[in-house]
């Protein structure tokens, strides 16, 4: 095989590998500005909805269609009354929802019943509990344990589910490090009075005399990168591009230059 022919092998399997990068970087870029488009449409929605005046908590009979793509971060109100059961409290290192809550502490989950008999489980608030002290937990719940029914305002969130390395819970300090409220409610017994709501109230209000756990109003801190993400992926397309290009004019300088001595005594 002659070098001409050589060489254009060479730039058509070059050709092949750089048209198939640069396409793999265009539809990365294309793929977080459809993605922009989502998150936004989804911190518009989310910001509508905590807003928006408090409507009563979804009938029983509703809570089956309930889903987190539409209903999550509704603001209800209701009326219900904390059960003197055994509470539950979730590690944090902070909140990506409350401005408030900063560094490392509990969130203090409750079951309350509902006037018809059913349990809806309210995270009651932020306990500053750095050491996850299960005495910190009990004092700062106890006042809310009064037997009485309360009006309250807060927003529906569902369930999460441990990930793949997210520690086990402590149950004997009924310690959870996930939003996990139907393994809470089996190890713990809640649902024993009555049906529970397959989702959780993030409480809002009202605050407790002692101010803590603290409840607190919701707002939407989502990460929005995407357009950054973007201009690399459609950066490094054009980088491979403009590279390519010169290669190829360095290609064809070699292809249009005179043959040397030793390459004329070889052929």
């Known amino acids: 095989m002659n070098s001409a022919a050589a060489r254009r092998r060479s730039i058509a399997g070059m050709s092949l590998i750089v048209l198939t ?33 408090p409507v009563a908590l979804p009938a029983a009979r509703d809570w089956s269609a309930l889903d987190p ?15 003197k059961q055994p509470d539950v409290m979730v590690y944090s290192s902070g909140s990506a929802v409350r401005d408030d809550v900063v560094g490392p502490g509990t969130w ?21 509990n750095t050491m996850q002290e299960r005495g910190a937990e009990d004092r700062a719940v106890q006042p809310l344990l009064s037997g009485e029914a309360a009006t309250v305002t ?9 990930g793949l390395f997210a520690p ?43 101010g803590v756990p603290k409840p607190g109003p919701l707002g939407v801190h989502l990460r929005d990168n995407h357009l950054q993400y973007a201009i690399t ?23 249009a230059a005179p043959p040397t001595k030793a390459s004329r005594r070889i052929a």
Do not use: C
């Open 21 to 53: 990068m640069v396409a793999v970087l265009l539809a990365l870029g294309i793929w977080q500005l459809q993605r922009r488009d989502d998150k936004h449409r989804l911190i518009a929605a989310l910001s509508e909805r905590l807003a928006a005046e």
């Open 69 to 83: 793509v539409h209903d999550e971060f509704r603001r209800v109100r209701f009326t219900a009354t904390y059960l």
């Open 108 to 128: 203090a989950f409750l079951p309350a019943q509902l006037p018809d008999g059913r349990i809806v489980v309210i995270n009651a608030g932020f306990v500053p």
């Open 154 to 162: 807060g927003y529906l969130r569902f369930p999460e589910q441990p």
């Open 168 to 210: 086990a819970p402590n149950l004997d300090k009924r310690l959870w490090f996930t939003r996990d409220v139907p393994a809470m409610a089996a190890a713990l017994g809640w649902y024993k009075p009555a049906e529970i709501a397959p989702f959780y109230v993030d409480l809002e209000a009202p605050m407790p005399a002692g």
């Open 233 to 255: 992926w459609f950066g490094l397309a054009a980088a491979v591009l403009t590279t390519f290009v010169f290669w190829l004019r360095g290609q064809a300088w070699q292809a």
